[in-house]
């Protein structure tokens, strides 16, 4: 490993954060800020490694975040074989949202709109 530190900043406080489940990819990151939105960065490329975002994921602070992972079981279009990723993110709006995110070699689509929309009972911490 490398002395080398990548900064990335963010105008707003990152409240959650979550690597790759993808051994390829171990240094992609997404990240869940106090705004509501997400990030999925490459941490080795610094501030020009935006992969994608949603501005608006959740309507609050994003609190928790996992990304799990089907490799090669994504048939939609042209993107035979890529892997089918999935973001999942709770947060004090009272909801968990699930997120269908296909990565294909070095980029990174997230759907605009969630799969799945839970609304438990209590916020999600
Ligand atoms: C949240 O903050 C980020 C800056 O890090 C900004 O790009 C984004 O548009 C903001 N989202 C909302 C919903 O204001």
């Not at 406080?13 to 790759?20: D, E, I, M, P, T």
């Amino acid at each position: 490993m490398s002395k080398s530190i990548m900064k990335i900043h963010h105008l707003t406080s990152v409240c959650s954060l979550v690597f790759s489940p993808c051994l390829s990819h171990p240094l992609q990151a997404v990240v869940g800020l106090d705004n509501g939105s997400i990030y999925c960065w490459d941490l080795q490329m610094g501030q020009r490694g935006q992969l994608g975002r949603l501005p608006v994921a959740h309507a609050g602070p994003i609190l928790a975040l996992d990304w799990c992972n089907t490799p090669g079981s994504s048939n939609v279009g042209d993107t035979i074989g890529a892997d089918r990723s999935w973001i999942v993110s709770g947060g004090l709006d009272h909801t968990v949202k699930v997120w269908d995110l296909t990565t294909s070699g070095m980029s990174v689509h997230i759907a605009h709109q969630p799969t799945y929309t839970l609304h438990p009972s209590f916020f999600v911490c």
